[in-house]
């Protein structure tokens, strides 16, 4: 819910980034964040991340794993800092920009901060802190979305954007000491240097895997900016757009299924395993499929209502990486972690894929646009789910009797493609006169006058008209023919009837 709450507050940054930056600067801006993310991810390898490992079991070091965390934060992120201090032209070279070199210093900075204070949104995690984490979560989205929003709108500046950045996570920091302190007294004491050497050994092996996965997923990124401008950087990368409450339930759902798969494979259940992952890629179609459908149809509204028409070119680039949303079903993860040998494939098949990734792009970049360099960095991803789901298949020993677990995910297929089909008719031919009213509505009821603003109206509307359609027909026929279970059902209507009565309860209280 945290991050719910968080997604909420950041989902209106980029709308206002695009409306106030010019499209080069926003080419720069992303390019920049894009280092930063990157370097924030790989260069703690997984160190961060012991901390739900040790905080649970060595309750006599508990101290000593903080500050040995705090130390390798601080040194790795003083060197990337320093390195770009001296070397700026190490990111200009990347995306052959002179203003990114400018910049690079700036980045270096927010990059050392930020690896520092990130901390902040694990260790409560890893102390059993739920509600203290949670508090932590929704004040740094908070203060993050209200810093940088307050950046663009005052100085509509990537410098005073990364400003912003600094200042966020020199409060973050604060937040960070103040809650070490409180929670373990004197741990700037408990330094162990065979301690330290041991978190290492635990944490080197995660975070070599996630740079692995962070390479395969960001890659691409890279050599678009190499090759293009940096506006064309800012399309591509909007048409890279992903919603992120589509991977929070993804995540949610693979964190229940761990520990159950290791539970079912210790007892060698393989039946049951891929019964209840059948079960989960239900729970995550019946969401997936019609998100798909529906920005697949409006796929061009949908980017021009949230990024304005400037880019609209983004559209063709949304398209082909939507894609992956229907596979993201193929849920393996749970049962890969679960057989040692499994894990140790994995690895090597994404080193492998990956590797084929950097070759074809590196030999044929000047030959593609973008969406030829969005398409191969897809078929990567779905190159290694064949390689995975092939794996696991055999594993388990699934074969053809198998198949009637997956019927309803034939089912909703099914169904999403009569509401696609349905919504799509109404679209096609209702688009413009909705487009057109929205805009009246904008110009002469709201008053707007700003470009960017009668887009992001204008748009809502056609969407909200098109979702009028598909949601009803979606869930009425999902309904019909069982997609929607009655155990759901019930649970649905005990929901409501909690509100309701509460609501009720409140009135009569009033009375």
Same mark, same amino acid.
């Given at each position: ?23 080069? %600067? ?30 649970? #079991? ?5 101290? &000593? ?12 992120? +003083?060197?990337?800092? !320093? ?46 802190? &739920? ?6 979560? @929704? ?7 209200? !810093?940088? +929003? ?107 299924? @761990? ?37 697949? @149809? ?51 098949? #994404? ?7 950097? %070759? ?152």
């Amino acid at each position: 819910m945290a991050k719910v709450i968080g997604f909420a507050f950041s989902f209106f940054l980029p709308l206002i980034i695009v409306r106030y930056l010019t499209l080069e %600067a926003v080419g720069h801006y992303r390019e920049s964040f894009q280092v930063i993310t990157n370097a924030v991810m790989i260069l703690p390898l997984g160190f961060s991340m012991s901390a739900y490992y040790f905080l649970a #079991r060595e309750s006599d070091r508990r101290s &000593a794993a903080i500050i040995n965390i705090l130390l390798f934060s601080f040194v790795v992120g +003083g060197i990337a800092c !320093l390195l770009l201090n001296l070397y700026p032209e190490l990111i200009g070279n990347i995306f052959r920009s002179a203003e990114l070199t400018r910049l690079a210093p700036m980045i270096g900075v927010v990059i050392w901060i930020w690896i520092f204070s990130t901390f902040l949104e694990m260790v409560p995690i890893a102390n059993q802190e &739920a509600k203290v984490a949670t508090a932590f979560i @929704i004040t740094a989205s908070v203060s993050k979305t209200v !810093l940088l +929003g307050s950046a663009i709108l005052a100085f509509a500046t990537v410098d005073a954007f990364l400003y912003a950045a600094i200042i966020q996570g020199v409060i973050q920091t604060a937040l960070l000491l103040n809650y070490l302190r409180s929670r373990f007294p004197g741990y700037w004491r408990k330094f162990d240097r065979r301690f330290f050497v041991e978190q290492m050994t635990y944490a080197l092996p995660f975070g070599l895997t996630g740079i692995l996965w962070v390479a395969q997923s960001d890659l691409h990124n890279y050599f678009v900016g190499y090759q293009f401008s940096s506006a064309d950087f800012a399309i591509y990368a909007y048409g890279c757009f992903q919603l992120p409450l589509i991977s929070m339930l993804y995540e949610s759902v693979t964190s229940v299924l @761990i520990p159950r798969m290791n539970a079912l494979q210790l007892v060698g259940d393989h039946e049951e395993m891929f019964r209840l992952t059948a079960r989960a890629m239900q729970k995550l179609e019946f969401f997936y499929f019609p998100i798909y459908a529906f920005l697949l @149809i409006t796929s061009r509204t949908f980017i021009v209502t949230l990024f304005t028409e400037e880019y609209a070119a983004s559209s063709s680039v949304f398209v082909i990486n939507l894609t992956l949303l229907p596979f993201s079903i193929l849920i393996t993860d749970p049962i890969i972690r679960s057989f040692k040998e499994l894990g140790q494939f994995f690895l090597l098949t #994404r080193a492998f894929v990956l590797a084929g990734l950097i %070759a074809v792009l590196y030999f044929w970049l000047g030959h593609f646009s973008l969406t030829g360099v969005i398409a191969v960095a897809v078929g990567a991803v779905l190159v290694e789910k064949a390689i995975t789901e092939t794996m696991v298949v055999r594993k388990l020993g699934l074969g053809l009797r198998h198949l009637p677990l997956l019927t309803n995910v034939a089912r909703t297929a099914g169904i999403t493609l009569l509401a696609g089909l349905v919504t799509w008719l109404v679209y096609r031919n209702a688009h413009e006169f909705l487009l057109t009213a929205g805009k009246r509505l904008a110009v002469n009821a709201l008053g707007l006058v700003r470009p960017g603003v009668i887009d992001f109206v204008s748009g809502s509307v056609v969407l909200l008209a098109a979702a009028a359609v598909f949601v009803p027909i979606y869930l009425i026929a999902a309904s019909f023919i069982g997609v929607i279970e009655d155990d759901e059902k019930l649970a649905v209507r005990q929901f409501f009837r909690r509100i309701f009565h509460s609501r009720d309860s409140a009135s009569i209280a009033e009375v």
